[in-house]
């Protein structure tokens, strides 16, 4: 496989001008002409979609929501970036661009980074004027906070509401264009599967959800923007619908899958109450503004935090890393807590969670000035917890937050099976190995937005494919193969639930390939994980049928491709030996316990491709050239 | 293009506007029956002259009470409506089901409505029509005149009132409309747009209390006559 | 803690239903509701059963999946929170715990707990945004909007169609969730140069979809897992009188512009 990141010459700056320039357009009487694809409506989905409706094209838009606003997207809580500088603190383009590109450990593109924060202003001035309801100072204009890592106030936020209300924006603009007939949206289907013709990517399979009916849906490109794959942990703050399928079957259909051990850990998760956790919630990494994180100095100190005198306390964080303290870098605190847990200093039941104290806060700025920043974030800590955090410090611990890998794709956001653009998180381009706080939200809608709508119609002009129709007999195979699939996933008829294996792979993920890896340990499931696999598909037990609203099968098909997927993300992170952003291995570290990278032997993306079933997968690499930055080791002491 | 509706009041807030309007102008009307009745304690000269002022200016007397009728015709018609449409809005029931934060006032508006209507269709062949046989006194109200030669309303109400089911029957209705009253006193200003943050809690205590007021107004009458107070 | 449940069963939008009771046996206090039917489900399928079809997804209080109405209460009656934030702490031991789906004519019952909430989407492609196509619009800071106006907007906008004002309503209206979307816009200066149509458009499609209308009795208000305010009913009022009386314009487009 040839990897043609498609970067356009010329300095950095000028990259995506000059490109826009070179690519072909569409004429806008032919726009009409073209059919699109996209699954998923979260921010980059919804974006999508609606931006090609206005611009002409006919698109077909699918989740598998009950409604496109429901998209994982909402989740979001702490805001958006843009390099606007408008409390002139020094912040721009480059700044962005530079900060996202260190604070993904120097694993990123460089050009796609720097795309990203040039987009980033024009955002923010769709968003308003989509009637986005951001925070505003009095005098009318809006308010900027600083966020997870940055040293300028560039974070762009509406309450503690901010996905939900950039995806209402989107949805709402999306609803426009359901309303003018120029997008049709199918809610309640999911995708199961690609379809090419002549190696494009020509449409899909999807199941309706309530009839259960498998169909297919031709059109001339297909955007895939269904979000990451984090769920393959089990417990996670994803949704509990968000799944890896449409990027593994088409990683199984030709598409590389890149950097799948890129795994972003978030610190500030309520902990895991019991067996029974069926998700973990994240709070904003906002309270880490105000909170200080702390253990007690002893292990197994089991007295109440309150009776915890400050000399027992060790404030690990400000200890560590002085200048940033409890603001370090997500992955740097999270595995930090994790130390300190290991360590048998951890609190909580099972011991797995360290104390966000606002004590000192309440006693500086009031209860009230607390209240007033955090106090949504305090009601949901003790409508799950049942404890008072004004009173006794809140009990975090880091979960499984966002997942940088996805499928490899050029500057044009196309994956390496033509036709086929994959957007936000469901893509590898732009954090590198990691991700800093607030930009999710803005990756998602520059792709969606910005991006996509320019290189879908050069990929129209340039190649003339013929019309695919779903009576093709490529689209009739697949659909047999699904419906073929189906059944055999509920002739099984084991004595396993669906739950207990995906809870099992995940246990197994979050021990060995979590917050920190090493090789036994990977090598180790690399063992356990193909056997679990052939388990499943002798051993479990699928309810009900397929002609009717199954939530037993949908899960069951989802498990399925995690259990596969999860072998090539161990992979990966077995191959992958250095340690950078959210992918820890224990051998690569330096002696005060810092991630080790290795740019010299590692300074690549890895792009998997499928080699068929039982073969293992091929390894193919991109090397990251940079032209403008020097990579640095990342230092937050 | 033009969006507005083809006909306002097919729509749900027209129709809500309509039972706000006339639900206003009943009120208007509530409030001025009871002050002409309060007049009851002032003795028999002035209500009598009273009631002799309205009757004797037909020109005034009957499209004040024509509008009248079409104004509750309308709000019955629009409460009827609504109600069709708020049955088939839900055609299932819940096996279980609890109110929550609805005052009963505002859940038992149909009731309360028919209920009242019962009562001023019995209120006017009483006092109004003078039915001799719902009156349960006996007595034709028709015969009552006073010294002037006038309409003895003050001896009818009197007789009326003495009889203690007429009495108990005029109280429960009053109730009722009041109970009626004291959420749609300010619910109309809600169905008009007229009620925000700031004087929404205002409004809601103003109508209760408005309803109160109007409560012990109209019953003030019948309890002072089966107490002997007025005779 | 152990309770029974009874659960409304419902195979397909054209079957009868019917309330199912079920034990649920050492439920924990730091249990979600939806962790606790899990929990059922799980064993259900083991014996072999059909576990309870129920809506969820963020299970995080945000995205508007989860719903269901709990002893009679839209989303059980914990004020602002949803099903999935609503943990067995609030609960006894012997509790029995009536579980229905949202029932009004448009939102039919898909399966067992789930509805379709289509109905919603259908107001917002009426007229719930506004018409800006993506590019070419002013820097954000270049029209100012005061922040008593920005935050009422914002509280409007918080609403995350769930359904349950809905489901609360004893008649089934969707007066709070459309209010709210109209009030969010029409509280900002983008929203405004097109409040009157969207206002008349959202009306009518709600209309259309069979929902029943406003009593003002507050429910809403009070299942509101985003405790969104009755206000926004009253401005809603306000609109679409204001709408009826400016709407003036051309009845038809004379095209070629």
């Known amino acids: ?637 | 293009m033009n969006h507005a509706p083809r006909n306002l009041f097919c729509s749900s807030v027209g129709k809500k506007y309509l039972m706000a309007g006339t639900g206003a102008a009943m009120v208007l009307f509530v409030i001025g029956h009871m002050a002409g009745n309060l007049q009851m304690f002032l003795g028999p000269e002035a209500i009598n002259r009273y009631g002799h002022f309205l009757q004797s200016n037909v020109e005034l007397l009957w499209p004040v009470r024509l509008s009248l009728l079409a104004i509750i015709s309308v709000h019955i018609w629009s409460a009827a409506k609504l109600t069709q449409e708020n049955r088939a809005a839900r055609p299932s029931a819940y096996e279980q089901w609890q109110p929550t934060a609805a005052s009963y006032a505002s859940r038992t508006m149909l009731m309360s409505g028919i209920i009242v209507g019962i009562f001023i269709v019995y209120h006017l062949l009483h006092y109004t029509v003078m039915v001799k046989a719902v009156n349960f006194a006996g007595t034709d109200f028709h015969s009552l005149t006073d010294p002037e030669h006038r309409h003895d309303i003050y001896r009818m109400v009197v007789i009326g009132f003495q009889q203690p089911l007429v009495s108990l029957f005029y109280i429960v209705g009053v109730g009722l409309l009041c109970l009626h009253l004291s959420h749609g006193m300010s619910a109309m200003f809600q169905s008009l747009g007229w009620k925000n943050r700031a004087c929404g809690p205002c409004l809601d205590r103003a109508a209760r209390w408005g309803a109160v007021v109007i409560f012990l107004g109209y019953v003030s009458i019948p309890i002072s006559i089966l107490l002997r107070l007025i005779q | 803690m152990n309770l029974t449940l009874k659960v409304w069963r419902q195979k397909d939008a054209r079957s009868q239903g019917r309330l199912e009771t079920y034990q649920a046996a050492n439920v924990l206090a730091d249990m979600s509701f939806l962790e606790m039917l899990d929990v059922v489900n799980e064993e259900l399928i083991a014996k072999g059963g059909e576990p309870i079809a129920f809506d969820s997804d963020c299970r995080e209080g945000i995205c508007g999946t989860c719903s269901m109405m709990i002893n009679g209460i839209a989303h059980g009656g914990l004020r602002g929170t949803t099903v999935c934030q609503l943990h067995m702490r609030h609960f006894h031991d012997g509790d029995t715990i009536v579980i229905e789906p949202w029932r009004a004519r448009a939102f039919p019952v898909i399966k067992d707990l789930v509805t379709d909430r289509g109905a919603f989407d259908r107001i917002i492609q009426a007229g719930g945004f506004v018409s800006v196509n993506t590019g070419g619009t002013p820097d954000a800071n270049a029209l100012p909007v005061g922040k008593t106006e920005a935050d009422r907007a914002m509280d409007a906008a918080a609403c995350i169609g769930c359904g349950a004002c809905v489901a609360a309503c004893k008649n089934a209206s969707a007066m709070l969730f459309v209010s709210a979307k109209v009030s969010h816009l029409a509280s900002l200066p983008q929203g405004r140069a097109e409040r009157e149509r969207r206002v008349l458009n959202m009306v009518r499609v709600m209309d259309e979809s069979g929902f029943g209308n406003c009593t003002v009795t507050g429910s809403c208000e009070a299942v509101c897992p985003k405790e969104i305010s009755l206000d926004f009913i009253a401005q809603m009022n306000r609109e679409y009188g204001q709408a009826i009386l400016k709407n003036s314009g051309p009845r038809q487009s004379k095209g070629g512009d």
């Open chain 1, 1 to 637: 496989m040839k990897l043609d990141a498609k970067i356009p010459s010329g300095p950095l700056a000028q990259k995506w001008d000059r490109h826009r320039f070179e690519m072909k357009l569409i004429n806008p009487a032919n726009k009409r002409k073209f059919d699109v694809i996209v699954v998923g409506t979260g921010l980059a989905g919804a974006s999508a979609a609606a931006t090609l409706a206005e611009l002409g094209y006919n698109v077909k838009a699918f989740c598998y929501q009950d409604s496109p606003r429901r998209a994982h997207s909402i989740a979001a809580q702490g805001g958006i970036n843009a390099a606007k500088n408008y409390q002139n603190d020094g912040d721009s383009i480059y700044r962005l661009f530079y900060d996202t590109i260190k604070g993904g450990d120097f694993r990123a593109r460089e050009a796609n980074v720097y795309r990203l924060a040039q987009v980033s202003v024009n955002i923010i001035d769709q968003c308003v004027a989509q009637g986005v309801p951001f925070a505003r100072e009095y005098g009318g204009l809006l308010a900027n906070r600083s966020f997870g890592g940055a040293q300028v106030s560039r974070t762009f936020y509406a309450r503690g509401q901010t996905g939900q209300q950039l995806l209402l924006g989107a949805y709402q603009a999306l609803c426009r264009q359901i309303g003018l007939g120029t997008v049709k949206m199918f809610p309640r289907a999911e995708m199961l599967d690609l379809v090419l013709v002549n190696g494009h990517a020509k449409g899909i399979v999807a199941r309706d959800l309530v009839t259960g009916e498998i169909s297919a849906h031709a059109a001339d490109a297909v955007v895939l923007a269904t979000g990451g794959y984090g769920n393959v942990f089990y417990l996670s703050t994803n949704a509990k619908g968000c799944n890896v399928t449409a990027t593994w079957r088409a990683y199984k259909r030709g598409a590389a899958f890149a950097n799948p051990c890129y795994t972003q850990i978030h610190p500030t998760c309520i902990p895991v109450s019991g067996d029974h956790q069926s998700k973990l919630t994240l709070m904003s990494e906002s309270l880490r503004n105000d909170g200080r994180v702390w253990v007690p100095k002893k292990k197994a100190d089991n007295r109440p935090p309150g009776q915890i005198p400050e000399e027992d306390r060790d404030y690990y964080l400000e200890r560590k890393y002085p200048s940033f303290g409890n603001l370090a870098p997500r992955d740097i605190s999270s595995r930090a807590a994790k130390e300190v847990c290991d360590e048998g200093r951890g609190v909580g039941p099972g011991g797995r969670g360290v104390y966000l104290d606002f004590a000192d806060a309440i006693g500086r700025i009031g209860e009230g000035a607390v209240r007033e920043r955090y106090g949504n974030l305090f009601d949901m800590y003790e409508k799950i917890t049942g404890e008072n955090a004004y009173q006794r410090p809140m009990r975090i611990y880091p979960a499984v937050h966002y997942t940088m890998g996805g499928l490899w794709v050029d500057y044009n956001m196309m994956s390496t099976v033509p036709g086929l653009f994959v957007l936000g998180e469901a893509n590898f381009s732009d954090h590198g190995a990691n991700r800093l706080g607030a930009s999710a939200l803005m990756q998602g809608l520059a792709d969606g937005y910005f991006v996509l709508p320019y290189t879908i119609g050069h990929y129209f002009a340039s190649e003339k494919q013929p019309k695919a129709r779903p009576d093709q007999p490529e689209f009739k195979k697949v659909i047999a193969e699904m419906e073929t699939l189906t059944k055999k996933l509920l002739a099984v008829n084991g004595r396993r639930t669906v739950n207990s294996f995906h809870k099992e792979l995940g246990g197994w993920l979050w021990e060995k390939c979590g917050m920190a890896r090493n090789e036994s340990g990977l090598k180790e499931l690399l063992q356990k994980i193909p056997a679990l696999r052939e388990e499943f598909w002798k051993n479990v037990k699928v309810s009900g049928e397929n002609g009717e609203l199954n939530q037993n099968l949908e899960h069951a098909g989802r498990v399925a491709d995690f259990l596969e997927f999860a072998e090539l993300l161990v992979l990966d992170a077995l191959e992958r030996r250095e340690s950078c952003g959210g992918h820890f291995r224990t051998e690569f570290q330096t002696e005060d316990g810092e991630a080790k990278r290795d740019d010299e032997h590692f300074a690549y993306v890895a792009a998997w491709e499928y080699a068929g079933a039982g073969r293992p997968p091929v390894l193919n690499k991109e090397p990251l050239d940079y032209e403008e930055v020097h990579m640095s080791t990342r230092s937050y002491k």
